[in-house]
């Protein structure tokens, strides 16, 4: 896989994707994060990570699994000797 300046990848644990919803047991699913991912665009790592902390956050006790995330953004580096 190649960033280009710009991108943000998000690596994620199954433990938020299967994080229930609500009291039916409804999970909270790819197609979900996907859609939470894409209305972030155009985004950084940073934005991304807090994005998702308040996410976890709001899903509480519905978070049942390890969760973990990790978000990369690429950008341009100069030289500028």
Do not use: K
């Not at 996410?55 to 990790?70: K, S, W, Y």
């Amino acid at each position: 896989m190649r960033l280009t300046p710009g991108d943000t990848l998000l690596l994620y644990a199954g433990g938020l994707t299967e994080a229930r919803t609500d009291t039916s047991g409804v999970r909270y699913g790819e197609d979900a994060l996907r859609g939470f991912a894409a209305a972030l665009a155009p985004t950084t790592a940073h934005t991304t990570g807090t994005a998702l902390t308040e996410l976890l956050d709001a899903l509480g006790d519905g978070v049942d699994d390890d969760t973990a995330v990790l978000a990369i953004s690429a950008s341009l580096v100069t030289d500028e000797r």
